[in-house]
């Protein structure tokens, strides 16, 4: 059965409190109290959903008991009644003030109170049910997030005698970043970063194709060209606006051979040391249904023993100032070269760039950043 509402009638005339009483006890619970201290000791049998309480009471009066009652439950709903016609909006500007619903003015006509009540009562149920509708959303939110932050790989770790060093800040609660790695054989590791479009769950579920496409080139050894293709495999149903930058490399340790394919994403820098550095630029489009019959090319470069690499996404360098400057590549070469490359001391380094460069400006993209180097 449906639990009949419970409301609490405060006034110090007894007529009146039979009075509205009679009209509301058919469909409702009912307390009445005949005073603000009244009222008050009886909020110990339980608290009410809507108080109907009158202004000029001797002792504690409706606008210090409004305010008392939302002290005790802020989610209860008070309506005021007053004798004074004189100076109604007075009266209705503090009864808002007050936190009230609304008032009514004495006499009052019976369906005018019944309406009010009902209109109160409903507002109070939608009120509730968007209340637990929110919570419900909050929560699976809350596992979505965890599930995709489950999907990074730890920010530290050696393979191949490579340490990869990771710095990931997603700008709201689901992001469009992923980065990964893997070993890809005896003396080689593979890594990967990529953006997807946009943000919230349709980003973060694209992220989980990205990188179950990545884990599915393991038998291939993860060579960069089976890891597109698997992607766009992935994607193919999806609509043409929905897309994904990504680079991916694979380093062969024993030769020093990087190949990678970078799919319409800013272009990683190959630190040589000192203020020497080479990009690893565009290889192909951005990954998208609408290239899906598009071949894509890798290309392989020359690494020495002491070079290293750093992928990132265009949330770095879109970072922007007060003044909508962009924080740029340049920034992040001047801090790769200046006092040269020192892993994950390098990426706090930018981190900390980013943030000073931005000031209170909020973050409105993905930050990721991978570096693979023998520090």
Do not use: W
């Not at 419970?6 to 409190?17: F, Q, Y």
């Not at 990869?164 to 005896?186: M, N």
């Not at 060579?223 to 930058?245: A, Y």
């Amino acid at each position: 059965m449906t639990r009949r509402t419970h409301i609490m009638i405060v006034d110090d005339e007894p007529g009146m409190l039979r009075s509205v009483s009679r009209v509301l006890r058919r469909d409702h619970e009912i307390t009445t109290a005949e005073s603000g201290e009244d009222a008050l000791e009886k909020l110990a049998n339980g608290t009410p959903d809507l108080a109907i309480v009158d202004i000029r009471m001797p002792g504690i009066n409706g606008f210090e008991l409004t305010r008392r009652l939302k002290e005790h439950d802020p989610d209860l709903d008070v309506i005021l009644m007053t004798g004074n016609a004189e100076e109604p909006d007075d009266n209705l500007i503090q009864a808002i003030d007050g936190g009230a619903f609304y008032f009514i003015t004495k006499p009052f006509d019976r369906r005018v109170l019944i309406t009010l009540v009902n209109r109160c009562l409903e507002l109070r149920r939608l009120r509730r049910a968007e209340r637990r509708y929110l919570d419900r959303l909050e929560r699976e939110l809350d596992d979505a997030q965890k599930f995709q932050l489950s999907l990074l790989p730890p920010p530290f770790q050696n393979i191949a005698g490579m340490n990869i060093h990771a710095r990931y800040l997603a700008c709201s609660e689901l992001a469009g970043d992923i980065y990964d790695y893997a070993p890809a054989g005896e003396n080689a590791v593979a890594f990967m970063v990529a953006d997807v479009v946009g943000h919230g769950a349709s980003a973060a579920m694209m992220t989980s194709v990205v990188k179950s496409a990545f884990h599915a080139a393991a038998g291939q050894g993860f060579q960069p060209l089976t890891v597109i293709d698997h992607v766009k495999e992935g994607i193919r149903t999806f609509d043409p606006s929905r897309f994904v930058t990504l680079t991916c490399a694979r380093l062969d340790t024993k030769s020093g051979e990087l190949t990678y394919v970078n799919a319409g994403h800013p272009p990683g820098i190959l630190h040589r040391g000192g203020t020497q550095h080479d990009l690893l630029m565009s290889t192909a489009p951005m990954l998208s249904s609408t290239f899906h019959d598009v071949p894509f090319q890798d290309e392989t470069v020359q690494l020495e023993e002491n070079d290293a690499v750093l992928l990132y996404t265009d949330g770095v360098t879109e970072t922007q100032s007060k003044s909508e400057e962009m924080f740029g590549q340049d920034r992040m070469t001047s801090l790769m070269t200046h006092d040269g490359y020192q892993g994950g001391e390098l990426l706090d380094r930018i981190l900390h760039s980013i943030s000073e460069f931005a000031g209170s400006k909020p973050q409105l993209d993905d930050i990721t950043l991978l570096a693979v180097g023998k520090v």
